[in-house]
């Protein structure tokens, strides 16, 4: 069964930083393409960054410059790397990967 499981959410001041980690079971991580997605209150989920087998990333528009999404095969994580935290930066932010979901954990980050 896989499992991925979201950490790192909190509260944070705008302009801040914070990590979440994704950890994940039951699959062959290093074969996968993972990604983070977030949504907000009242609006659809959205890409957030994705890293493929290689390394090779990709991301929102919104977060370029801002986020970094990495992974740790050793360890069958990947994590993304928040700084400069606006308030729009606000959401449930949810791990992807094998076609499965994780639980999500909360970002919100005050003006």
């Known amino acids: 069964q896989v499992q991925l499981v979201e950490s790192g959410g909190d509260f944070v001041q705008a302009g801040g930083s914070l990590r979440l980690s994704c950890s994940t079971s039951g699959l062959i991580f290093i074969r996968n393409v993972m990604g983070w997605y977030r949504q907000a209150p009242g609006k659809q989920r959205d890409l957030v960054a994705t890293?493929?087998?290689?390394?090779?990333?990709n991301y929102a528009d919104s977060v370029k410059g801002r986020f970094t999404i990495s992974r740790d095969n050793a360890k069958n994580t990947v994590y993304l790397q928040m700084n400069s935290l606006k308030p729009e930066d606000t959401a449930v932010y949810y791990c992807?990967?094998?076609?499965?979901w994780g639980q999500g954990t909360l970002v919100t980050v005050s003006s």
């Open positions: 890293i493929t087998r290689g390394g090779g990333t």
């Open positions: 992807y990967g094998n076609r499965v």
